[in-house]
């Protein structure tokens, strides 16, 4: 672990992976399982076990990211971004979905604790980390041999 990096970061990556790749494998592995325990999915319509898998295949590699990013989140701060970007268009289509009547928000605050925040999480560590990268920090400043 990167011993620069604040333990709140380090937290919320190790976090958010893990139960992104928990989900994602409960996804893949156990669709209907999955779709019977997370509150409000139900309510989108019947189960279309292909589909939930589909969702797995994408959650996995997401979670695995962002638990490989947790070692030192400036040097992976791609791998936090794309995280990050899923999750805000994931947020994005819940809020049309709400704004469409097509999810009750009887479930808000699984949606809040489970979809908004850790988007707004990642987006914010994706920030941070990205100011405290050398290339970042001074964009015109000439590369060391190392940088080729």
């Known amino acids: 672990m990167n011993s620069r990096q604040p333990v709140w970061i380090t937290a919320v990556l190790l976090i958010v992976g893990s139960v992104t790749l928990i989900t994602g494998v409960q996804m893949l592995f156990a669709p209907a399982y999955w779709y019977a325990h997370v509150p409000g999915v139900p309510e989108t319509g019947p189960l279309n076990a292909h589909l939930v898998a589909d969702g797995g295949t994408f959650n996995i590699p ?82 060391s041999p190392s940088q080729g």
């Open 62 to 143: 997401i979670g695995l990211g962002l638990l490989w990013a947790a070692r030192d989140a400036r040097r992976h701060v791609l791998l936090i971004a794309v995280a990050a970007a899923a999750g805000l268009l994931h947020s994005l289509l819940h809020v049309w979905s709400h704004a469409e009547g097509l999810l009750s928000a009887e479930h808000m605050t699984t949606e809040v604790f489970g979809i908004y925040l850790p988007a707004a999480l990642l987006i914010a560590i994706a920030i941070v980390s990205w100011r405290q990268t050398p290339d970042a920090a001074s964009p015109g400043a000439a590369r």
